[in-house]
Structures are given as structure tokens and as C-alpha cells.
């Protein structure tokens, strides 16, 4: 069964940094381009990062663009965020998804979807 399990959210402070990573297991990680995404409170859910089954391909949403780098290590199952310049505007529950059927395609065919990982930019 495919499940992905986020980790590494925390409170962190304007200007700071942290690294997401998204476990994955009962799959072939390599077979699926693999999306980040936060929701905030009251907004919908948002499209932040993906990286392409290869790993050759990346997008990030333009709020995040220069400041966010993910990346996959098939070999350990696991893709990551890594996020710096945090800024209290990137304050959401983040998690990340597999593309059911395309290859870093539209948020409606990515899934499961898990807990996700709580960041908090604040001072």
C-alpha cells in the first residue's frame, strides 16, 4: 500500500531554514514525480514543489521560487524540501503526495494524503 509519512516541521523564525522530508513505503518510489503542498488556515490547499520521477525536472510556485530546493533519493525513499528565508506568510501544514497519473501534473491526481508536518515561521 502506498503511504507517505512528512516530517521535519517545526517553529522556526523569519529568515531561518528547514528541511521537509517525505518517507515513502509500500511503492517504487522511482515509478511517481512526487509534490509538496501546504494549506494555511481558511485557504485552500496549494501546490509548492515537485520533482519529476527522474529527479531531471523540478517546479515550485512563485512564492517560493529561489528560496525552496526539492530533491529525491530513490534509494533511501525519500524526497525533500529543503526551505530557506522562511518567511510567516509560508506558515502551513505541509505534505507531500504522489502524481497518480501524470508527471508533475495537476494537484487533482496526486495522493494519498497524510497528517503533513506543521511549519511555523514567527518571531
Known amino acids: 500500500q502506498l503511504q507517505l509519512v512528512e516530517s521535519g516541521g517545526g517553529l522556526v523564525q523569519p529568515g531561518g531554514s528547514l528541511r521537509l522530508s517525505c518517507a515513502a513505503s509500500?511503492?517504487?518510489?522511482?515509478?511517481?514525480?512526487i509534490g509538496w503542498f501546504r494549506q494555511a488556515p481558511g485557504n485552500e490547499r496549494e501546490g509548492v514543489s515537485c520533482?519529476?520521477?527522474?529527479?531531471?525536472?523540478?517546479n515550485y510556485a512563485d512564492s517560493v521560487k529561489g528560496r525552496f530546493t526539492i530533491s529525491r533519493d530513490n534509494a533511501k525513499m525519500t524526497v525533500y524540501l529543503q526551505m530557506n528565508s522562511l518567511k510567516p506568510e509560508d506558515t502551513a501544514v505541509y505534505y507531500c503526495?504522489?502524481?497518480?497519473?501524470?508527471?508533475?501534473?495537476?494537484?487533482?491526481?496526486?495522493?494519498?494524503w497524510g497528517q503533513g508536518t506543521q511549519v511555523t515561521v514567527s518571531s
Open positions: 503526495a504522489a502524481d497518480q497519473y501524470s508527471d508533475c501534473g495537476p494537484i487533482y491526481g496526486f495522493g494519498p
Open positions: 509500500g511503492f517504487t518510489l522511482d515509478d511517481y514525480a
Open positions: 520533482i519529476s520521477r527522474g529527479g531531471g525536472s523540478t
